[in-house]
C-alpha cells in the first residue's frame, strides 16, 4: 500500500529552523517584545538539541574586567588571520555580558568567588555550571507566550519567490505528515556540519565526535539551494581534544595553563605557534616527525586542582572522567594525550556560513542566519549564539514584514512533499543512505584534507574529489525509505554532500594557506596577500560560483546587490 503523507499549512509571523542555543534565544526575544506570532521547528527534543544538549562549564566569550568589546574583535581577527567581520564581531561581543545575566536569570549557575565576582578562565572566560544550560533555555521557550514549537520536524528546503522568503517545507520524523509553514521571515539556526568527513572512531563509537553527529549542514544546504550567498567554507575548523573520547582540551590548557609537549618532553607549542589552527599543526607535524604522541601536561599538577577538573569534565564530557577513573589514570598521575579531529564546518569557531548583514539578515529577502550556521564572525561560542539570535529577532520586530503566499512558492511545497512520497514508495535501492554516507566521508578524507592525508590537499586531489561526490549524488536519486526516521536520513545525506561540494568548492578557489592544517594547500603552501578576502559562493543550476569580497572595515555593512 502506497503512503500518503497528510499535508499540513501553518502560518506565522517569523519561523525559527532549528531549537538550539541561537533559536531559543531569538523566540525568547521575540516573545518578550512584541506579540508576533512564532514557529520553531526542531528536528529533536528541545530540551536536549543542538550543541549545548550534553552541557558546557564554561562560557567562552565574555568580556572580562579589564577587558572591553574592541579587545575581543582584536582577538578574533587574529585568530581567523584576518578573515572576520569587524562590523558582527562587535556587534556580538557588545551584547556577551547582557545576554549572559539574562542566562543567569533564567536559572544557569554561574560560579563567583568570595566577593561575588565571576570566577574568570583566562581573559574571555568565565566558569559555569552548565549541565542544565540547554534544558534552563528550552523551558522559558516553552513558557513563552505566543510561540509553538514543533518538535521531531525536520525542514528540508526554504519556499522563495523572487528572492523574497515565504515560509519552508519539511516533514514529522515519526507521522506521516508534510508541513507547509508560511512566513514572512525565517531564522535559520540550525548549527554547522558533522559528518562531512570519515570520523577518528570507527563502527559504533563513530559518534564520538567533536561536534554533534545530527548536525548535518541542514541551514547551509537549504540556503544554497535558495541561492544564498555563502562565505568561508574553506575555513575549516579541526579541533584538538583529547584522544579516543573527543573531550574538550580547552578546560585543561585555560585552566590549569598545560603546555603542549610531545613524546620527549619538548614543549612545541611555542615553535608553531597558539592560534586554534597553529596548536592543531603542531600536534600533526609532531606527529609526523616521529615525536608523538602529543600531550597536555598535567603531571604533578596539585589534587585540588585534579578534583577540578574530573568535575568540570562531568558537566559536558563525562566520558572523560570515566576514562580517567576507570584504570586510575587521572591528569595528576599522567598527562593527557591530544588528537585532531575530522575537519567541521562551523561558524560559530570559524567565519563560514552565511553572508549576512550587520542586522543578520542574509542575501534572501527575509531570511537571516544566526549561531553557527551564519558566517563572517569566528569565535563567538554560546553568548555569540545567543546575541546573533536577539539581534536577527529585534531586526524583524523592527521591520515587520508582511507575508503573501504565491502560486509559486505552493507549487515548491507540492512537488517537495511528492519527492518525499516517492522516497517512502520505491521499492528498490542499490545503496543505503548509510553506504553513501560512508562512501562520501572515505572521499573526503582521501582527496580533500582529512585525517589520513594530515588534513592536506593539492589541487588534482580536490577536482578528483569533486568527481566522486558528484557521482555519489547521482546515486541518492534512487534512495528509499521505509518510514520517516530513514526519511530523515536520506535528507541528511542529500544536505551533507551539497555542503561537501560547496566545501571542496571554496577550498580549490582560496589558491594560498592562510590556516595551517584548517586549510593546507600544498600546491600554494604559503599565504598570498591577495587572498586576504573573503571566498564567497552562490549556488546556481548546480555549480558553485565564487568570488572574492573585501573584508572591509566598516561598523555596520547592509547588502548593496539584493
Known amino acids: ?62 568580556i572580562t574586567e579589564g577587558q572591553t568589546a574592541e579587545d575581543y574583535v582584536d582577538y578574533a581577527m587574529k585568530d581567523a588571520a584576518g578573515i572576520a567581520r569587524e562590523d558582527l564581531l562587535l556587534s556580538a561581543a557588545r551584547r556577551f555580558n547582557k545576554v549572559t545575566a539574562d542566562l543567569e536569570r533564567l536559572g544557569l549557575v554561574i560560579l563567583k568567588d568570595e566577593k561575588g565576582n565571576y570566577v574568570t578562565r583566562g581573559k574571555r572566560n568565565i566558569k559555569i555550571n552548565g549541565e542544565n544550560i540547554k534544558p534552563i533555555l528550552a523551558d522559558a521557550v516553552l513558557q513563552a507566550p505566543n510561540v509553538t514549537v514543533l518538535e521531531h520536524v525536520t525542514i528540508t528546503d526554504l519556499l522563495i519567490d523572487n528572492n523574497e522568503v515565504k515560509g519552508a517545507v519539511g516533514f514529522h520524523m515519526e507521522e506521516h505528515i508534510a508541513y507547509e509553514i508560511q512566513a514572512p521571515a525565517v531564522i535559520v539556526s540550525t548549527g554547522g556540519a558533522a559528518g562531512l568527513y570519515k570520523p577518528n ?47 574538550p582540551t580547552g578546560t585543561i590548557a585555560q585552566g590549569v595553563r598545560a603546555k603542549q609537549v610531545n613524546s620527549k618532553g619538548e614543549v612545541y607549542e611555542e615553535k608553531y605557534g597558539i592560534t586554534t589552527s597553529e596548536r592543531v599543526y603542531g600536534t600533526v607535524r609532531e606527529n609526523h616527525l616521529g615525536n608523538g604522541p602529543c600531550y597536555l601536561h598535567t603531571e604533578g599538577i596539585d589534587k585540588g586542582t585534579e578534583e577540578d577538573l574530573l568535575k568540570a569534565y562531568l558537566n559536558m564530557a563525562p566520558s572523560q572522567t570515566l576514562k580517567w577513573l576507570q584504570n586510575d589514570r587521572t591528569p595528576g598521575k599522567e598527562d593527557v594525550e591530544i588528537a585532531g579531529t575530522e575537519p567541521y564546518i562551523v561558524g560559530g569557531h570559524t567565519a563560514s556560513g552565511y553572508w549576512i548583514n550587520t542586522n543578520r539578515e542574509t542575501t534572501v529577502k527575509g531570511l537571516y542566519a544566526a549561531g553557527d550556521v551564519a558566517g563572517g564572525c569566528p569565535q563567538k561560542y554560546v553568548t555569540g549564539a545567543l546575541a546573533e539570535g536577539e539581534i536577527a529577532a529585534l531586526d524583524i520586530i ?52 582529512g585525517i589520513s592525508t594530515n588534513y592536506q590537499f593539492n589541487e588534482k586531489q580536490l577536482m578528483l574529489g569533486e568527481e566522486k561526490i558528484v557521482e555519489i549524488t547521482e546515486l541518492t536519486k534512487d534512495l528509499n525509505a521505509s518510514d520517516m526516521h530513514e526519511l530523515m536520513f536520506v535528507y541528511e545525506l542529500k544536505e551533507r554532500l551539497i555542503v561537501c561540494r560547496s566545501v571542496i568548492a571554496h577550498l580549490g578557489f582560496r589558491k594560498e594557506t592562510r590556516w595551517h592544517s584548517f586549510q593546507e594547500n600544498l600546491d600554494f603552501p604559503g599565504p598570498d596577500e591577495k587572498y586576504r578576502k573573503f571566498v564567497n559562493s552562490t549556488l546556481k543550476d548546480g555549480t558553485f560560483i565564487l568570488k572574492l569580497r573585501d573584508i572591509g572595515k566598516e561598523i555596520r555593512y547592509e547588502h548593496t546587490d539584493f
Not at 512558492?409 to 516517492?422: C, G, L, N
Open 1 to 62: 500500500m502506497s503512503i500518503r503523507l497528510k499535508r499540513e499549512v501553518l502560518t506565522a509571523d517569523v519561523l525559527i529552523i532549528g531549537g538550539g542555543t541561537a533559536g531559543c534565544f531569538a523566540a525568547l526575544t521575540l516573545s518578550e517584545n512584541s506579540e508576533l506570532k512564532v514557529i520553531i521547528a526542531e528536528k529533536a527534543g528541545i530540551r536536549r538539541s543542538g550543541c549545548l544538549a550534553a552541557g558546557v562549564n564554561a562560557i567562552n566569550a565574555y
Open 398 to 449: 523592527k521591520k515587520g514584514r508582511g507575508v503573501e503566499i504565491t502560486d509559486q512558492t505552493s507549487f515548491v511545497a507540492d512537488e517537495k512533499i511528492r519527492e518525499y512520497e516517492s522516497i517512502l514508495n520505491s521499492t528498490e535501492a542499490f545503496f543505503s543512505a548509510e553506504e553513501l554516507e560512508e562512501a562520501m566521508q572515505k572521499v573526503m578524507d582521501e582527496y580533500a584534507g
Open 201 to 247: 572512531n570507527p563502527g559504533f563509537s563513530r559518534h564520538k565526535m567533536w561536534y554533534p553527529p545530527f548536525n548535518t549542514g541542514a541551514g547551509y544546504a537549504m540556503g544554497m539551494k535558495a541561492g544564498a550567498e555563502m562565505t568561508s567554507f574553506e575555513m575549516r575548523f579541526i579541533a584538538l581534544r583529547c584522544k579516543d573520547t573527543i573531550a
